[in-house]
């Protein structure tokens, strides 16, 4: 049997978390807190649980990506449309030092786990809410996910090449970056109340999806106020901050390569094409030449194999990288000397690979102890132990479906 407790290790051993949230955004903020060592119960429908657990690759049926997103936290079923789930999720908030939450805000209201509620249950608590376009928005209802966060953020807008439609990337970048900025958030949150605990009055954090790419993207709104105009699609190059060389580079034996050289003193490194250094020594030279020395760069990588490029880039100190796939990952050096990848025993499919806690503390370090749970394998320890219900009150929110 599964051991029902945590490592206790970690920057966050002993916050209490609890999380009304699915997918992506939400559950990662909360994933970052259990990783270093929160108790973070993930809250889950009976029947169906998070929609996270049927979605992505699969091992003989057995589906992945849970394994990873619900990874050191605590699965309970509970059904919010009965008012006696409603009520153990009063108490769930009530035991809380932290409630996540994705619901749109109507729906919050009406089953008591917006702001107010939250606050009165719970005085002191910290409410992470996300949603597509914020509470306080004339949109707050409508629904919302990250790839349309990643459209409105002006970041899709920038990733292609010119002659290209927009380009979004190939995972959930708009939830994870929400997912951050979310857990940055709590924790700003919880050193104001760690510091001045007398005047804490609880924390309302309301982000919506496309504010932490947009946030990110510092000199968009700045040079469209200053300039009058918007950044186009630069391909691989930096949209308002063109360098020498950025861009990648197929080798001879098909591998993709990147190179970056945005610096004067980079771009002179490039030497073994044989161009004269003369012609790169200002910043107005680069700019000048850089169709040329970038074609010039494609030509020479397009004649060696990625081995012998990445040879010489590395003598000349030239920044580069072969484009990695997850194959390139699992063999690299550098994650195995950064203990990057780690093994954990799953229930379902025996020693698993996956990320290592990120990032690293030396000194009280975040531990995986368990992968994403079966749904609801840990309600008798929340509901019965950590809240306190009683096995008549149990049995029937289980008889009744609430569990």
């Not at 072969?322 to 020693?351: K, W």
Request: charged share 25%; glycine share 10%; net charge negative.
């Amino acid at each position: 049997m599964e051991d029902q407790t945590s490592t206790g290790q970690g920057q966050l051993a002993g916050l209490k978390v609890v999380e009304f949230a699915h997918v992506v955004a939400g559950p990662l903020a909360g994933g970052m807190l259990a990783d270093q060592g929160a108790d973070v119960v993930h809250v889950e429908p009976p029947g169906s649980g998070d929609a996270a657990r049927a979605m992505g690759p699969r091992r003989d049926g057995v589906p992945l990506w849970f394994k990873v997103a619900g990874r050191n936290k605590r699965s309970v079923t509970l059904d919010l449309h009965h008012e006696e789930g409603r009520e153990v999720a009063r108490e769930l908030i009530a035991w809380a030092d932290v409630v996540i939450v994705t619901l749109r805000a109507g729906r919050l209201r009406a089953w008591g786990l917006d702001w107010e509620a939250v606050h009165a249950l719970n005085p002191t608590a910290i409410l992470l809410q996300i949603s597509g376009f914020g509470a306080t928005s004339s949109r707050a209802d409508a629904p919302g996910f990250g790839k349309m966060g990643e459209a409105r953020s002006g970041v899709v807008h920038l990733t292609g090449f010119p002659e290209g439609p927009p380009v979004h990337t190939g995972f959930s970048h708009g939830d994870a970056v929400t997912g951050l900025m979310g857990a940055f958030a709590v924790l700003a949150a919880l050193h104001r109340r760690d510091t001045d605990p007398d005047s804490f009055d609880g924390e309302w954090i309301d982000l919506a999806l496309f504010e932490p790419l947009y946030r990110l993207v510092e000199w968009q709104i700045i040079a469209y106020d200053q300039l009058g105009t918007a950044p186009e699609r630069a391909g691989n190059q930096l949209a308002v901050a063109p360098a020498a060389v950025i861009n990648t580079y197929r080798s001879a034996d098909g591998d993709w390569l990147t190179v970056t050289s945005a610096t004067i003193r980079c771009a002179m490194r490039v030497r073994l094409l044989g161009l004269p250094d003369e012609e790169f020594v200002t910043v107005e030279q680069q700019h000048a030449g850089r169709e040329r020395l970038d074609a010039a760069l494609r030509e020479w990588v397009a004649a060696r194999p990625a081995a012998e490029c990445l040879a010489a880039f590395e003598r000349a100190e030239v920044v580069a990288s072969r484009v990695f796939t997850a194959a390139d990952i699992v063999a690299d050096p550098v994650y195995a000397e950064r203990e990057d990848i780690i093994t954990v025993d799953d229930p379902d499919l025996g020693p698993v690979r996956m990320q290592a806690v990120i990032p690293r503390f030396h000194r009280s370090p975040g531990a995986v102890w368990r992968t994403g749970p079966a749904l609801g394998a840990d309600n008798a320890l929340v509901y019965g132990e950590w809240l306190g219900i009683d096995g008549g009150r149990l049995a029937k929110l289980e008889a009744e479906g609430v569990i």
